[in-house]
Structures are given as C-alpha cells and as structure tokens.
C-alpha cells in the first residue's frame, strides 16, 4: 500500500494496563493453587475471596465493608459472599459499574462475573472474566473462579449447563 507523499501511516500500539495485567497474572497464578497463607480459603465458596484476592492484585484496597483479616475479623460478608459483593459493588459505582447479559459486547478482561445458577434473583457464583473473543456468531466470555476451580471456562458454557442467568461488573 503506497502512502501519499507527506502523510504519515497510521500505525497503533497496544499498551497494556498494568493493573488488569497484574490482577490477571494474579489469576492465572492462583486458580487452582490457592493462596491460602495469605487470604485462607473459605471450604466450599471460595469464589468471593479468589474474586477480591484478584482485585486486591489489580490495586484496590480494602474498605471497612470490603474486606479481610487473618488476625480477628476474618472475611467480611462482601469478600465472601457473591450476593453481598454484588450489593457492594452496586453501593459503590467509583468501583464498578453493573452490565447485563445483554451488554457482554461491553464486558472486559478483569471485569467480574456473576451467576444466579437458581434464578433466585441471589448470586451464587463470581468470577473474574479472562478471555473476550469476539467473532462474528457474537462476544463469547471465559472467566476463572473458585470453588469448581476453574480457568478459561466458557460463560455460555456454565449457562448451557445449569440454566442459570448471568451479569457482570465493568470494574474501573
């Protein structure tokens, strides 16, 4: 392709965000080795913790209503439960803000998400998403979590398998 005398190609660099390429090495590092001399692991519904351990990675700090402690007060509800995460990230929009099952076009790599596998309208299941691929069939999410640990493992997939309903925090 000849490019006009005097004018410039147009070229384009990715940079990387530092804080989601940590958060995701954090990821990839701990899906199945959990790092439990730090955060613990809570038997049975880690998936909260991993989430916030993720977070953690990414640069948030925790708050009075956010957090952990291995000394004392151990998990707070919103770091170890998928129903008070969500209703913290909802009182708190400077952290996160909600996307449906309909907005995944919009959905990031580092950004959370969330199952209600009943259709109780709770949440019972929080990942963290890995992987965006976008084709022409759509926008097809992989998230990792614990509990059924999990890495790269398809939203459409989890929703095929359960009949549950999905949405997602984009994480700022």
């Avoid at 199945?32 to 730090?38: G, K, R, T, W």
């Avoid at 929009?93 to 959905?107: N, Y």
């Avoid at 709770?122 to 890995?130: E, L, M, P, S």
């Avoid at 493992?153 to 700022?172: D, F, H, P, R």
């Amino acid at each position: 392709m000849a490019v006009a005398a005097g004018v410039s190609p147009l070229t384009f660099q990715y940079v990387p965000d530092p804080r989601i390429t940590a958060q995701i090495g954090y990821v990839r590092a701990h899906w199945n080795s959990y790092n439990s001399a730090v955060y613990g692991a809570i038997g049975g519904n880690d998936c909260v913790n991993f989430t916030s351990q993720s977070l953690i990675a990414r640069g948030w700090t925790m708050d009075a209503e956010w957090s952990y402690s291995a000394a004392g007060a151990g998990y707070s509800s919103a770091w170890s439960s998928s129903t008070a995460f969500a209703a913290y990230l909802s009182a708190h929009p400077e952290r996160a803000t909600p996307l449906t099952a309909g907005e995944s076009s919009r959905v990031k790599v580092g950004d959370i998400v969330q199952f209600d596998w009943d259709r109780s309208g709770d949440k019972d299941h929080t990942g963290i998403v890995t992987r965006v691929v976008k084709d022409a069939s759509g926008t097809h999410l992989y998230y990792a979590g614990h509990t059924e640990d999990s890495l790269d493992k398809s939203v459409e997939e989890s929703l095929a398998n359960t009949g549950g309903t999905v949405s997602y925090w984009s994480v700022a």
